[in-house]
């Protein structure tokens, strides 16, 4: 996926402000750093971007692994093909299909959650199928529905063990919780990097880092560019919330106004993208020509 950088996109929103990004002070760079992460969001769900569109295989439960489990855990085992419930507690040596306290179960609740370790998150569903349809020209849509647990399947329907999904993926939070510093870090925290390697990029920690993990140097962080196809939509729309805390509304539509016959600079952008799939490069079917919005 081509990407653009935070900073890139950050800077020339400070200067659409009338800012300098080298003396901006804090308070208003938090403020226009709020307003990216909402104007990211909504360019992430305005349509079925292609480059946001992932299809993989995925269980109705975790893998099995060696290690403790509770009682009523239930797990897949890959060497089995097969689901197991935990009738008492487990210990790493306790293995299904072959210690007493794992219990084979063909009748449970068949879902995918949107969350799962080890896996890219799921932010919207799009289809299911019963096998690899980029593989296999035969593979069969299946019905499912939405609810708190994720993508839900009949539990009359024939299902394999494994199922399919393409789905969007979750967007980033834009928004760092510290400035980096040469210090400790938990894994899933997000920071701004301020120093002379990478000036002004956010970087998620992607494992615990200690204080010689520099970002940018250490593969425990990761950088968050953002998709290039929204380096201008989300410029427009971050303007427009900045205009309008700044009460200029009537100014801010000329950037956000979801009007089909005077579109903000914002849902032009991204209709513009939108075309440069459906009608330059003719995908009509799959990815879906219909935006969301």
């Known amino acids: 996926m081509r990407t653009s950088t935070y900073k890139s996109v950050y800077e020339g929103l ?40 992932r299809t993989e295989g995925r269980y109705y439960r975790p893998t099995w692994t060696a290690t403790s489990y509770a009682s ?29 306290k794992w219990d ?3 009748e449970f609740a068949r879902y995918i959650a949107f969350t799962q370790t080890g896996q890219t998150a799921i932010e919207a569903v799009i289809e299911a199928w019963d096998q690899d349809p980029r593989v296999y020209h035969d593979a069969v849509k299946l019905a499912y529905r939405l609810d708190a647990d994720g993508a839900r399947f009949a539990a009359d329907a024939d299902l394999p063990t494994q199922v399919w999904l393409e789905f969007r993926v979750r967007a980033p939070e834009y928004l760092y919780s510290a400035l980096w510093t040469a210090t400790t870090f938990a894994a899933g925290v997000t920071v701004y990097h301020a120093g002379a390697a990478e000036t002004g990029e956010l970087y998620l920690a992607n494992a615990s880092c200690s204080g010689t993990d520099v970002p940018g140097v250490s593969t425990k962080w990761t950088k968050l560019d953002l998709p290039y196809i929204f380096r201008h939509a989300a410029k427009m729309k971050a303007y427009a919330l900045w205009l309008v ?47 969301l919005r």
């Not at 080298?22 to 969001?41: G, P, Q, R, Y």
């Open 14 to 53: 400070v200067r659409l402000t009338g800012g300098d990004p080298a003396t901006v002070s804090a308070d208003t760079a938090a403020k226009l750093m709020e307003f990216l992460n909402t104007a990211l969001s909504d360019c992430h769900e305005y349509w079925r971007w292609p480059e946001l569109l």
């Open 72 to 100: 009523l855990a239930e797990v897949y085992y890959a060497a089995g093909d097969a689901y197991y419930r935990a009738n008492a507690a487990c210990i790493l040596t306790d293995v299904p299909g072959t210690s007493a």
């Open 104 to 106: 084979a179960i063909t």
């Open 245 to 291: 805390q700044d009460a200029q509304t009537e100014k801010a539509k000329g950037f956000d106004h979801d009007d089909p016959d005077d579109p903000g600079q914002f849902q032009t952008a991204l209709d513009e993208q939108v075309w440069q799939f459906t009608k330059l490069q003719g995908q009509t079917g799959r990815p879906y020509a219909v935006p």
